[in-house]
């Protein structure tokens, strides 16, 4: 299973359930590594999307307390474990968890593969990943060039978890 994000210097990725910045870039990066792949994601994030629609051309699974909520071209859970059964199905490595703050908390320990975007700038935020530059059983593997988006640099990294911490 792998893990999508975009963070700033302190790990910060979202504000008043909204992304702290889009950069183009990012979002064309985003969309090559998901397309014809599984999303999972949170409700609130769902809504985050424009239109709060389902992402085109993925499997887009959402996990929500509330039985009632349904969205075209989406499957519903209502509970984590519900997930990693309907997962289960999908090949691990077409797996991608995308948001928000707690859905990456409880699928992390079951993640090989986190595809960071590292913005660096500190954002007013209320939404964290965690830290895996602190976390000893991730490592960077890959790092991008810089990338400019006006005056923000970012890199794509690549953080894989140790062999010997699964």
Not at 123 to 139: C, G, I, R, S, V
Request: glycine fraction near 6%; hydrophobic fraction near 35%.
């Amino acid at each position: 299973m792998q893990m999508i994000v975009a963070v700033d210097e302190n790990w910060a990725i979202g504000l008043n359930g909204g992304l702290l910045v889009r950069i183009p870039g990012d979002m064309e990066w985003f969309r090559k590594k998901t397309t014809g792949k599984v999303v999972v994601m949170g409700r609130k994030t769902l809504e985050s999307l424009p239109g709060g629609q389902p992402l085109g051309k993925r499997t887009n699974i959402i996990l929500s307390r509330d039985p009632k909520f349904q969205r075209k071209n989406a499957v519903t859970v209502p509970s984590f474990s519900q997930a990693m059964e309907l997962l289960k199905q999908y090949d691990p490595e077409d797996i991608y968890v995308i948001g928000g703050e707690s859905i990456y908390r409880q699928f992390l320990p079951y993640a090989d593969t986190i595809h960071v975007t590292k913005i660096m700038y500190q954002y007013q935020a209320d939404t964290f990943f965690p830290n895996l530059d602190q976390m000893e059983e991730w490592e960077m593997e890959e790092e991008s060039e810089e990338q400019t988006y006006f005056d923000l640099e970012y890199f794509f990294q690549k953080y894989v978890r140790k062999k010997n911490h699964k």
